[in-house]
């Protein structure tokens, strides 16, 4: 059965396009125009994917993005911004948003990064066996893609988990943010802030206190590293 993807544009040319490139690859593609019927849609039948446009009528992408991210089923989300919006992109990353693109962008760059972000949502990336990260209290398991902290499970997005998953991967490695962004989310060129976002949602949700992280630490002048607690 062909995987759902619900388009969210106000702009018909756009949407035309990008659903008819999604079609071509292969996939069941809905669209609406606003942000009320895009959660009318979700909620009458839930898409495995959602191409969310920033900019729309009725409800903007932003609290469309944020009511989703309330639904436990945590339906992948890819964002579609005006070029020059990093206030706005940087906040729907802050919302959950797995991926963004830009506009103008490629069709054939947006179905590319609608598959990855799909295929992560099925599984383990290629290559990877199923695995079990443990560490002073945190569990990860790859396979299933669940984490827990002392048991209670945790809500991360697609992006989170697996930078979460990396970082375990490889304790006490400091790593840059362009080395996260093209292992963790395949792209060779991107705005690095996006690794920046994504640490600082991980820390909300794993550490006693954000503010001074003992789990994911700063390396200053380089990026990040896993620093393990063994408790």
Known sequence: MAQRVLVVDD???????VCRYLEHAGYEVGHVGDGAAALAAVAHQPPHLVVLDL????????????????????????????????????LGLQLGADDYLSKPFSPREL????RSVLRRAGGDPAGVPPELLTDGGL?????????????????????????????????????????????VWGWRFGDQSTVTVHVRRLREKIEADPAAPR?????????????????
Not at 11 to 17: E, F, L, Q, Y
Not at 55 to 79: A, K, S
Not at 216 to 222: D, H, L, R
């Open 11 to 17: 702009d018909r040319t756009v949407a035309d396009v």
């Open 111 to 114: 179905v590319l990064r609608v």
């Open 139 to 183: 569990e990860v398991a790859t396979g299933p893609r669940v984490a827990r902290l002392h048991g209670r499970e945790l809500t991360l997005t697609l992006r989170e988990f697996d930078l979460l998953a990396h970082l375990m991967r490889h304790p006490a490695r400091a790593f840059r943010r362009a080395e996260l962004l093209e292992r």
């Open 55 to 90: 900019m729309l009528p009725v409800l903007d992408g932003l609290e469309v993005c944020r009511r989703l991210r309330e639904r436990p089923d945590g339906v992948p989300i890819v964002m579609l911004t005006a070029r020059g919006d990093e206030a706005d992109r940087i």
């Open 215 to 231: 789990r994911i630490v700063t390396v200053w002048g380089v990026g990040y590293r896993y620093e393990p607690t063994h408790a």
